[in-house]
């Protein structure tokens, strides 16, 4: 159970380093390392996608991709009705998505990272909730620890535009470290509905594959694709697969 415990919070964690940079550095994370450092996120969401949500699902039930599809394309609704739903402003962008809102820019900043988080919180939650069903331990440990890796950046990159938009240090970090407390959320959820749809884990292992592929495709890469320095976001990703799929093979 302290296992488990921790393996839900390790993300959180990451993020909160990732936020405290707001104290140490003075002004906005420059582009090229922004570049990279959303390539590497991409990167482990990816990998993690594949690696330690498909790829059991699949092997769950005994080789037929029946419960992957149908749980990779709900995840994938399931955000994109959230992403319609939820008023939000995209790092960078000048106009928010959704529905119109009152909401100042920082809300609907915290909202938009608050929904890229959710997913990953899906994810650790349902590979601790597999270990009854043959995922180990270590492995849903190495799910746990990469979402935390790419968080430490990710972290910054909320925080820092955050204070570049008016707001103190101290409430640009809070606002960074409460848009990653919906990830013990989600994975609390998560383990909750396995708990009483055993069956179903199969399906959400893939729905939350899903989900983190919807926020890779749908925000991180257009982000990546943005101006100058592209290629960095490329190296990134390679980066960030690399070390989740090695991280997942020597843990799993």
């Known amino acids: 159970m302290n296992a488990v415990i921790a393996g839900i919070l390790i993300p959180l964690a990451g993020t909160m380093l990732g936020s405290s940079?707001?104290?140490?550095?003075?002004?906005?994370?420059?582009?090229?390392?922004?570049?990279?450092?959303?390539?590497?996120?991409?990167?482990?969401?990816?990998?993690?996608?594949?690696?330690?949500?498909?790829?059991?699902?699949?092997?769950?039930?005994?080789?037929?991709?029946?419960?992957?599809?149908?749980?990779?394309?709900?995840?994938?609704?399931?955000?994109?009705?959230?992403?319609?739903?939820?008023?939000?402003?995209?790092?960078?962008?000048?106009?928010?998505?959704?529905?119109?809102?009152r909401l100042s820019r920082t809300a609907m900043l915290a909202l938009a990272v608050t929904l890229h988080n959710l997913p990953e919180g899906m994810a650790v939650g349902v590979v601790f909730a597999g270990e009854a069903q043959g995922l180990t331990l270590s492995a849903a440990l190495a799910v746990s620890i990469g979402?935390?890796?790419?968080?430490?950046?990710?972290?910054?990159?909320?925080?820092m535009p955050m204070h570049a938009e008016g707001n103190s240090r101290l409430k640009s970090f809070l606002i960074g470290t409460l848009s990653g407390a919906v990830e013990p959320v989600g994975s609390v959820a998560i383990l909750l509905l396995a708990s009483v749809l055993g069956v179903a884990l199969p399906y959400l292992l893939a729905f939350a594959a899903g989900a983190m592929m919807y926020v890779v495709v749908e925000e991180l890469i257009p982000e990546t694709a943005q101006g100058h320095h592209t290629n960095l976001s490329t190296i990134g990703f390679a980066l960030g697969f690399v070390l989740m799929m090695v991280m997942d093979i020597l843990l799993g």
Do not use: C, Y
């Open 21 to 101: 940079f707001v104290f140490f550095m003075k002004s906005e994370i420059p582009d090229r390392l922004q570049k990279t450092l959303l390539g590497f996120a991409s990167g482990v969401m990816v990998a993690a996608s594949v690696w330690s949500l498909l790829i059991p699902s699949i092997e769950m039930s005994n080789e037929n991709i029946g419960a992957a599809v149908v749980g990779f394309l709900a995840g994938m609704g399931f955000l994109l009705l959230l992403d319609e739903l939820t008023p939000h402003l995209h790092l960078g962008a000048q106009k928010a998505e959704g529905p119109r809102s």
């Open 147 to 159: 979402i935390a890796i790419q968080n430490i950046p990710e972290g910054a990159i909320i925080s």
